[in-house]
């Protein structure tokens, strides 16, 4: 459905819409990124809970002021006012877990997400990237007051630090050895720093780290012993 509507990243609330709708789905989602790893699962029993809510991992650098330089009015056509918004931003990153999530609020993601995107093609201005995670900012402010929400700071780490977080983020990497930007266009269309799980499998700089590199090396011996079945 994304790629018809000219913008890819709309699959990933068209895939959780549906697969609620298709009852497919628990009373827990979680929403993750490409270039995040659960690690530590007993963290995530302490959110558990029947009350219905939305928890976030904080990105710092995803502000109100940078959404509206990047994604300009985006406001327009919502439920609210820009100083509603603004004033109950919240700061989505990489992660996002819904408990007792309803399906109204996927729903209302995908509408917004639409609005937003056409608000842009309008405004004349080039698609912005993260307006998915636009899109979940939003529509979870929308039901402020309807559900329990929390943006946290523990949710995630990232590869050059220990913190024994639920999820590691891998995204920005550890720099000059992995950045997930030096893989984004493999030859001959552009210039590629190699195979990336190979990359990662030689990166054991951090407790972090060692532990993407575990997961990379395994995955390997499953590549090689799938090639050479015949």
């Known amino acids: 459905i994304g790629l018809k509507r000219g913008f890819q990243q709309l699959d990933e609330i068209y895939s959780l819409a ?12 979680c929403v993750m990124q490409p270039h995040t790893v659960l690690k530590n699962p007993k963290y995530l029993e ?3 809970t029947n009350q219905s809510s939305a928890t976030v991992s904080v990105d710092p650098f995803f502000t109100f002021d940078y959404a509206e330089k990047n994604a300009g009015d985006f406001w327009v056509k919502q439920a609210h006012s820009r100083e509603f918004y603004k004033n109950n931003w919240l700061p989505v990153g990489s992660i996002i877990l819904f408990n ?14 639409e609005q937003i995107i056409l608000n842009q093609i309008q405004q004349k201005i080039p698609v912005w990237s993260e ?5 979940w900012a939003i529509s979870i402010a929308d039901y402020l007051g309807l559900i329990k929400i929390e943006a946290s700071y523990n949710l995630v780490s990232n590869m050059i630090d220990g913190a024994n977080a639920p999820f590691i983020d891998y995204k920005d990497g ?13 030859p001959p269309f552009g210039m590629s720093f ?3 799980i190979e990359v990662l499998a030689t990166c054991k700089m951090s407790p972090n780290a060692d532990y993407l590199s575990q997961i990379s090396e395994t995955l390997l011996k499953l590549r ?4 050479q079945t015949p």
């Open 131 to 135: 307006s998915i995670k636009l899109a």
């Open 18 to 29: 549906f697969y609620q709708e298709s009852k497919k789905l628990g009373s827990e989602i």
């Open 174 to 186: 550890v720099l000059p050895v992995f950045n997930k930007s030096m893989f984004s266009f493999a």
């Open 194 to 196: 190699g195979d990336p």
């Open 100 to 113: 007792n999530l309803s399906e109204k609020i996927s729903t209302r993601a995908i509408i917004v997400a």
């Open 224 to 227: 090689t012993k799938s090639e």
């Open 46 to 48: 302490e959110l558990r």
